[in-house]
């Protein structure tokens, strides 16, 4: 399978507690981007990268998120002492990062803060 | 504020009619116009896009039209099958900034 991957698919973590995810783009993909979906509401641009670069963090992403994209190739998103209003379904998507090229998404890391 | 607008939490179509989604977009600057289907647990799975030289792109059962004045863009799906139900997201994006901007999302159910 050569999509996008999303590892876990669920976690569980108390409040409080540092949680990491990964994302395994499609592998010619330069752009990767990380959303957060909750119920009732599109995906929400938390931030994104051109190769190892990141180039945009959107207001949603407290100090308590870091993404990082080493290499270029997967990327990590870690929440330290998360919350409960954290719980959402994190979503990963990459692209080729020309104009006008759609993202393909994974199948999500859903997160439940309890 | 929400730059991409989908008013219609949910739309009921019978099978074998046509399915019209509408969004509203209030970013001037968009110039890429996408829609995703999304099922249950999966992640958001593109359909059809658009680009802003453009009114109307066409792909099978897919239809998007764009009407810049209005700032407003449609998916037709005609005609729609069981496989149709799902959750629609309109999105955009600016040409230089690249990320993309979703809508809330129409749920769309087809009735046998």
């Known amino acids: 399978d050569t999509g996008v991957s999303q590892d876990p698919r669920h976690k569980i973590t108390k409040r409080g507690q540092n949680v990491t995810f990964r994302c395994d783009p499609i592998?010619?993909?330069?752009?990767l981007y990380w959303y957060r979906q909750t119920l009732g509401q599109g995906p929400e641009f938390l931030t994104y990268f051109q190769n190892e670069a990141q180039l945009e963090k959107s207001r949603l992403l407290s100090d308590r998120f870091s993404a990082e994209r080493p290499k270029g190739s997967f990327s990590t998103l870690e929440i330290q002492r998360t919350e409960q209003g954290d719980s959402a379904m994190y979503l990963c998507?990459?692209?080729?990062?020309?104009?006008?090229?759609?993202?393909?998404f994974g199948q999500g890391t859903r997160l439940t803060v309890v | 504020d929400q730059q991409v607008k989908q008013n219609s939490p949910s739309l009921s179509v019978q099978e074998g009619r046509i399915s019209i989604l509408n969004c509203d977009y209030t970013?001037?600057?968009?110039?890429?116009f996408l829609w995703y289907k999304k099922y249950p647990a999966e992640g958001p799975t593109f359909l059809i896009s658009i680009s802003s030289i453009k009114d109307k792109n066409e792909d099978g059962r897919f239809t998007v039209f764009l009407n810049k004045s209005a700032k407003h863009l449609s998916l037709h799906i005609v005609p729609s099958q069981p496989g149709d139900s799902a959750v629609y997201f309109c999105a955009a994006s600016v040409w230089r900034d690249d990320k993309i901007i979703f809508g809330k999302g129409t749920r769309l159910h087809i009735l046998p």
């Open positions: 998507a990459s692209s080729l990062g020309s104009v006008g090229t759609e993202a393909f």
């Open positions: 970013n001037s600057m968009f110039d890429y």
């Open positions: 592998s010619e993909h330069n752009r």
